[in-house]
Structure formats: C-alpha cells, structure tokens
C-alpha cells in the first residue's frame, strides 16, 4: 500500500522560506515521478512543480519558477520542495502526489497517489 506523508509546512514571515519534506512507502521514488501541488482555499488544487524518477527532470510552475526548487533523496525515498521568497500568495495546503510513469506530469490525472497535505502560511 502506498503512503505519503508530508511534513514541514508551517507559518512564515513574506520573503521567508520554508522545505517541504514528501517520505513516501510502499512505492520507490526513485521509479516514478513525483510532483507538488497546492490548494489554496476557494480554489482549485494547481500544480507547483514535479520531478522525474531519476531526478534529471524537473518542471515548475511558472509563478514559483526560480524561488522553489523540487529535489529527491532515493535513499530516504523522500521528496523535498525548497520554498523561497515566500509571498502572501503563496498560502495554501500543500501536496506530495505519486505518479504513473517515469517522467513527470503537469495536471492531477498524471498522479496516483496523494498524501493528506501540509499547510502553508505566508504572512504579509
């Protein structure tokens, strides 16, 4: 049975920075892509960013390209989301999900699994 459990989240100043941690089970990350997601309250769940399972690819959304960055530990089989530069918009429940195949996708049919998500709050 898969599992994934995200850690990390928490409340932080505008401009500060926060690392996601995803430790998933059941599955090896280092097969299959990972990818972060978030929803902030009245919206839809939006990607933020995805790696291959190899770790050689990795895609952004383009609201967080060059302030987050997506990393995996195959070893720990845990996926992290370096969080900088935090802005107010930036608020929201953040989720780890497991996807189907190797590279790694854009939108939420791309993805399997999902954990219970982890909240994040950038105060102005």
């Known amino acids: 049975q898969v599992q994934l459990v995200e850690s990390g989240g928490g409340l932080v100043q505008a401009g500060g920075s926060l690392r996601l941690s995803c430790a998933a089970s059941g599955r090896a990350v280092g097969v299959y892509a990972m990818g972060w997601f978030r929803q902030a309250p009245g919206k839809e769940r939006e990607f933020v960013a995805a790696i291959s399972g190899s770790g050689s690819t990795t895609y952004y959304a383009t609201s967080v390209e060059g302030r987050f960055t997506i990393s995996g530990d195959n070893t720990k089989n845990t996926v992290y989301l370096q969080m900088n530069s935090l802005k107010p918009e930036d608020t929201a429940l953040y989720y780890c999900?497991?996807?189907?195949?190797?590279?790694?996708?854009?939108?939420?049919?791309?993805?399997?699994?999902w954990g219970q998500g982890t909240q994040v709050t950038v105060s102005s």
């Open positions: 999900a497991l996807g189907r195949r190797f590279f790694p996708g854009r939108t939420k049919n791309d993805y399997d699994y």
